[in-house]
């Protein structure tokens, strides 16, 4: 059977993708190259169950390394390219934004150009929901007006899109660009509010919380994305985009509030002002989801939260 190249795989979402696929029989190659966005430590050991497992390796290397590319693809028998390597956050976007767009946007092209060469006829691409910008209108349809980005990163992410229809047009490739709507658990980077709050709560930190607290996101669990990501890499076929989401929106006091039911602790909050870069709110509609997926989110956010304090009070370095 082919393997599924997962790029980013020893991050948070990838990690749990090689997982599940392996689980489900499947050949994995992950490609990372384990850069100091978080502490590379962190990822290696989000692999450390995969290492050895018959079906699983790991490729060392950056998605912008045309040869490695090239040689990875040559060697590993290849049938889907499931793509979530990117440089990560909306904020150090604004800071750096020829990095991200040499990372995500050259990194994307040279992946799709090496499985033109090869003839990979299935690509996965992780896309995200801050695409979507300042959208007034909730919850957000695939039909949305996308071309307002307010981050170098979410104008990435679109630009990656956009490669994307471009290679199916070409060449035929198919690709599910999916929208992925702040995916939290086991595992969440280090700096992502939900992970980097209960750790803040747990040691009687203060928290510093952006805007007023009205600001929404839809969270969403990590099993509910990767059984979106499972189907799509059985079913994508022609071009899609497709919002991945929990289908829900919640205000950030309420999930300040949330975790400090959860980790038992109150939190001490620190009012700042609104930064730059970040939207107003997020919603995913999944219509387009369930109809060619039959995705549906089953983790509502309190018993998420649950899981993720449970997992964060096992690490051993807190």
């Known amino acids: 059977m082919a393997s599924v190249l997962v790029t980013g795989g020893a991050g948070f979402i990838g990690s749990h993708l090689a997982e599940?696929?392996?689980?489900?029989?499947?050949?994995?190659?992950?490609?990372?190259?384990?850069d100091d966005f978080y502490h590379p430590e962190v990822k290696r050991r989000n692999l450390e169950a995969l290492s050895?497992?018959?079906?699983?390796?790991?490729?060392?290397?950056?998605?912008?390394?045309?040869?490695?590319?090239?040689?990875?693809?040559?060697?590993?028998?290849?049938?889907?390219?499931?793509?979530?390597?990117?440089r990560a956050g909306v904020r150090p976007?604004?800071?750096?934004?020829?990095?991200?767009?040499?990372v995500n946007v050259r990194g994307t092209a040279i992946l799709l150009e090496a499985c033109r060469r090869h003839g990979i006829g299935k690509f996965i691409f992780g896309s995200s929901s801050s695409v979507y910008g300042n959208n007034s209108k909730v919850p957000f349809s695939e039909k949305d007006d996308v071309e307002g980005p307010i981050s170098p990163y979410a104008a990435t992410?679109?630009?990656g899109e956009l490669l994307c229809a471009t290679y199916h047009a070409l060449y035929q490739l198919n690709v599910f660009a999916l929208r992925l709507f702040t995916v939290y658990g086991p595992r969440q980077r280090p700096e992502m509010a939900i992970h980097k709050f209960t750790r803040l709560i747990d040691r009687g930190l203060p928290l510093q919380r952006f805007g007023d607290g009205s600001t929404r996101r839809d969270y969403t669990f990590i099993s509910d994305i990767i059984n979106g990501v499972m189907r799509a890499i059985e079913r994508v076929q022609g071009f899609e985009i497709i919002n991945l989401g929990g289908s829900q929106s919640t205000p950030l006091d309420q999930l300040i509030g949330l975790l400090e039911r959860h980790v038992g602790q109150k939190a001490i909050v620190e009012g700042e002002p609104g930064q730059p870069g970040d939207v107003v709110a997020t919603w995913a509609d999944v219509l387009k989801a369930r109809r060619l997926l039959g995705y549906e989110p089953k983790v509502p956010l309190g018993e998420g939260l649950a899981r993720f304090v449970e997992w964060y009070r096992g690490l051993k370095e807190r």
């Open 20 to 34: 599940a696929l392996l689980a489900a029989g499947r050949e994995v190659v992950v490609l990372d190259n384990f």
């Open 52 to 86: 050895g497992r018959p079906g699983f390796a790991l490729v060392e290397g950056d998605i912008r390394d045309e040869g490695l590319i090239e040689d990875l693809f040559k060697t590993q028998p290849i049938g889907v390219v499931v793509h979530l390597a990117a």
């Open 93 to 102: 976007s604004i800071q750096q934004p020829a990095l991200y767009c040499d």
């Open 157 to 159: 992410k679109r630009a």
